[in-house]
């Protein structure tokens, strides 16, 4: 399995998909979301689950910071911007709604872009191939996405790119 994005350029996340972007939830997350696209998934695969992860958020906010949960994707191609309006697959709430975020978990159940306040991080974008559908709820937690996953994964595929301040 593969993952392709336009939204990385030789190595780096464009300005827009993060703060240095254009397009902001009313609590100032950034909001405009990365496409990609999945090829090669492995036969019996009946949705895809993907988290968009900052390990290096830990410097700063003293956990992995998740910037976009998705379950029940059962297309191999998500647009560019296309996390406000999607209607079928189900978002779980980003790292915007934790302690250290601004936001409630409806506001935060969709992408919530790059804003490393330090320095320069790397942001892995996984797709897990399953053999199920997971019937999350929406703003749905990553370790929710982490259990239901286990026993049901058949492939998982990722990109990394970085942001800076």
Request: aromatic residues 10%.
């Amino acid at each position: 399995m593969q993952i392709n994005t336009g939204a990385i350029i030789n190595g780096e996340f464009a300005d827009r998909f993060g703060k240095r972007g254009s397009q902001f939830s009313p609590n100032g997350m950034p909001t405009y979301s990365i496409p990609f696209d999945i090829s090669d998934a492995p036969a019996g695969t009946q949705s895809f689950a993907v988290v968009l992860e900052d390990k290096d958020a830990i410097t700063a906010s003293g956990f992995v910071w998740t910037h976009w949960l998705i379950a029940d994707l059962q297309r191999t191609s998500v647009a560019e911007n296309e996390s406000l309006r999607a209607t079928d697959y189900v978002q779980g709430a980003n790292s915007w709604a934790s302690v250290l975020g601004k936001l409630d978990i409806e506001e935060a159940s969709c992408y919530g872009g790059m804003a490393p306040p330090n320095c320069r991080h790397r942001y892995e974008l996984i797709v897990y191939a399953l053999d199920t559908k997971l019937n999350l709820p929406r703003g749905f937690r990553f370790n929710d996405l982490h259990f239901a996953m286990q026993g049901h994964i058949l492939a998982s595929a990722g990109v990394m790119g970085t942001y800076d301040v």
